[in-house]
């Protein structure tokens, strides 16, 4: 799942720009490989050669098969967003100034292709598991920036970084399956209204 920021575009060097268009090269020919034999079938030999890179450079980029059809991590920048917010503001309200920030995310596929990808993550369970890790370990990661802040404790943090990764994660499932299809930033607005009511309840 390949997503990019439009707030900030910090500049690229011509060996960046290469290496960017080489890792979407690979991940499009994953996602039409696996679409016709499965995702089971798909070797990683398969992929390089489609992509015309060597298999090492798959792992390199990837370090595993499943990591191939995931979003890499500077792609969901959402400990970007929040290091910023947390400079202004207290670590609940830097959470809500992220989100929001998230929703204005733009895909650089077209919708309607990127909800089909995330579709086959949900459908093969390898992936699907996979993305769940993913979040986990994003999930880790927010906790340590929270405490890294000193403005709460650690289970605090632990809390507050849950809560950050099911609403970017109920986000994205909203956004693949809603019917009528949705923007994504009217799933994460709507996804942060839910979490307002509970939280006012």
Known sequence: MIVTIEIVAPPV???EQKKRETYLRIQDEAFRLADGAGFIATTVEDIAAAA???A???YRYFG???GIFLWDESELPAVELLTAELGRQAPLEAVLSALTSLGRLRF?????EMRQRVRFLYAEPALRAAMGEGFQASGRKLTDLFIETGTIDPLAARILAGMTMTVV???VELWTFADPQT??????EDTMASL???LTR
Not at 108 to 112: G, N, R
Not at 183 to 188: G, P
């Open 13 to 15: 060097t011509l060996r």
């Open 52 to 54: 015309g890179v060597s």
């Open 56 to 58: 090492s450079t798959v």
């Open 64 to 66: 595993t098969k499943e």
């Open 108 to 112: 650089q596929i077209p919708d309607d």
């Open 169 to 171: 994660s109920a986000a």
């Open 183 to 188: 923007s994504f930033a009217a799933a994460v």
């Open 196 to 198: 307002d009511e509970v």
